[in-house]
T-cell receptor
């Protein structure tokens, strides 16, 4: 089974802190994605990557950056956390960008105080 | 107009009921249509995957796509309390582009 592991299920950070959310997949998938999920707004794509060291902006990249130094690992970085970044963050991977089958992690609930 | 519209619910039905979940979309280039199920405090998981128009059945679940009306549906027969979850529709065109998700419908099946 494909496993997408997000390092932290729950985090509490202070405004202005730098935050790292880590995601690792174990199925040699080419593509990885970061979403945030908020009530009433659904899933919104922040960034995605279709290859090592490659990244593409999604719908809401402002305030975020990403890093993909190895194929299996995709990190989301909040350079200076703000309260409006309090959310559920979901990482996903897929075999190819043309694939509609995403495998999601269990999510990281971030609270910024 | 949003690319994908989905009624957020919540939808509450008695056990054994037939459930109908729906999405409409505006982009006629969409060709691949998916339904994801998300249990509370979990990530979404793929439930059904269909290409172009028509029906697909898997056990108690049937996915329907009507491209002429830009409308997709998920039917759940003999609904069970274990079906209680949020259901998200998703779709994409044939190119190398990410999925476009609906906002999800929260379903509760009451025993």
């Amino acid at each position: 089974d494909v496993k997408v592991t997000q390092s932290s299920r729950y985090l509490v950070k202070r405004t202005g802190e730098k935050v790292f959310l880590e995601c690792v997949q174990d199925m040699d998938h080419e593509n990885m994605f970061w979403y945030r999920q908020d009530p009433g707004l659904g899933l919104r794509l922040i960034y995605f990557s279709y290859d090592v060291k490659m990244k593409e902006k999604g719908d809401i990249p402002e305030g975020y950056s990403v890093s993909r130094e190895k194929k299996e690992r995709f990190s989301l970085i909040l350079e200076s956390a703000s309260t409006n970044q309090t959310s559920m963050y979901l990482c996903a991977s897929s075999l190819g960008l043309g694939s509609g089958e995403l495998f999601f992690g269990e999510g990281s609930r971030l609270t910024v105080l | 107009q949003k690319e994908v519209e989905q009624d957020p619910g919540p939808l509450s039905v008695p056990e054994g009921a037939i459930v109908s979940l729906n999405c409409t979309y505006s982009n006629s280039a969409f060709q691949y249509f998916m339904w994801y199920r998300q249990y509370s405090r979990k990530g979404p998981e793929l439930l059904m995957y269909t290409y172009s128009s028509g029906n697909k059945e898997d056990g108690r679940f049937t996915a329907q796509v009507d491209k002429s009306s830009k409308y997709i549906s998920l039917f759940i027969r003999d609904s069970q309390p274990s079906d209680s979850a949020t259901y998200l529709c998703a779709m994409k065109n044939s190119g190398n582009t990410p999925l476009v998700f609906g906002k999800g419908t929260r379903l509760s099946v009451i025993a």
